[in-house]
Structures are given as structure tokens and as C-alpha cells.
């Protein structure tokens, strides 16, 4: 994002967020973490009428952030690389993003089922493999961060592997509910996986600029 941009969005925050923001270490966290926010400020405002002074976030008891107001929004953000995402709809939602990268097949071993194991493990290639272990984990965070209890649900509790091998959208069941999973196309080196409930209807993915995000704010 332009640094221009970035600077005119830190006004849109609450104090305690940029204090949270500016403890980064990272300047590139710093601003994932801005536009994560402001993206998802520039929603609310666009989507419910409500001016961006008027919006408060609570956490439930997991943690996942909600309006403070209950009117039937539910959302979820992730953000990774250069990708910032979020996800909207009137039923809890969970989203992940993640930039591809080496991976510690450990962690596969530790977190993943027996089936996932073998998915992941299925191919020869190591980019084959990369990828598969990126739409194991984004599909796994995104049912995680939809069920919203966070990792006192383990990861290894539920399989992902018959919905991520289905044609674009596939079904789970996770802590006694079905989720329905979906992996759009999102750019060249990273996976993507959103997370809503069966009857969700998904409307496809919206780019938006920085300029676009901070009018919506100033309305």
C-alpha cells in the first residue's frame, strides 16, 4: 500500500489498536495488521450504515473478535504476504490466507490426521507437496477460526481431506457441525480457504483499493 495511504489510515483506529499495532517489531506486520483493520472497519461502515467513530469490537470467550452490537454480521480476517482478506456473512465465517514457504514436515506429523498425512505425502514433488500442506493448513485455520473456540479445538480432531480433494467445494464436520469449505483462486503462491456454514452463498472475491477503503471510512 502507498505509504501516503497508510499514514492518513492510522486516524481510523482506536488508541488501544495502534498501541497494539506499533508494539510490532516488524514494520511489514505493522501494516498487515493496519489494513486488516481498516479493511474490515471500511466493511462494517459499508455494509450496516454505521460510521466508523461508532464501531467496537469485543472478543468472545476464545478470543475471536465480534461487533459489540449482536445485529447478525458475522466476519473473520487473515492476512499474509501481501494479501489482506476478509470474510462477511450472517453466520459465524473463518478465513485464512498464507504465503507459500519450506515447511517442517514435523508439523504435518504433530497437527494433521492420518489422512491428511497421506494426502500431503501422496505426491513426489516437494512444490506438490508445498502446496498440498498450504491447503491442508488454511482449510484447518479457517474451520478452526469458524467454530470459534480457537486451538482449544486440536487440529487433529477433524479431517479436511474430503472437501479439499472435491471440485472447488467441499463439506466438513467439525465439533458436531458441518462447515462448508471452499479454495477460490487467489494469486500465484499462496493458498486461500474460506469457511462458512452449508447454506452460505458464496459471491466471489472483491479487490479493493486503499483509496477505496479509506473513502469508505470517511463517509
Known sequence: MPASASDAGWQYLTEEKRAKLLRF????DRQR????ELLLRSIVCSELGIANRSIAFVTNAYGKPQLATDVGFHFNVSHSGRWVVCLTDEHSVGVDVEKHAPFDPKIAHSFFTEAEVRF???????????????????????????VGKGLSLPLHSFSVVPAISSDGLGFVDVEG???????????LGYSFTVCGKPQAVWNGAEQVTAETILTQLKA
Open 177 to 187: 457441525g458441518t462447515w462448508q469449505l471452499r479454495q477460490p483462486s487467489l494469486d
Open 25 to 28: 517489531r516488524r514494520e511489514e
Open 33 to 36: 495488521g493496519l489494513w486488516a
Open 120 to 146: 500431503l505425502e501422496e505426491p513426489s514433488h516437494p512444490e506438490e507437496r508445498q502446496h498440498r500442506f498450504f491447503q491442508l493448513w488454511t482449510a484447518k485455520e479457517s474451520c478452526i477460526k469458524a
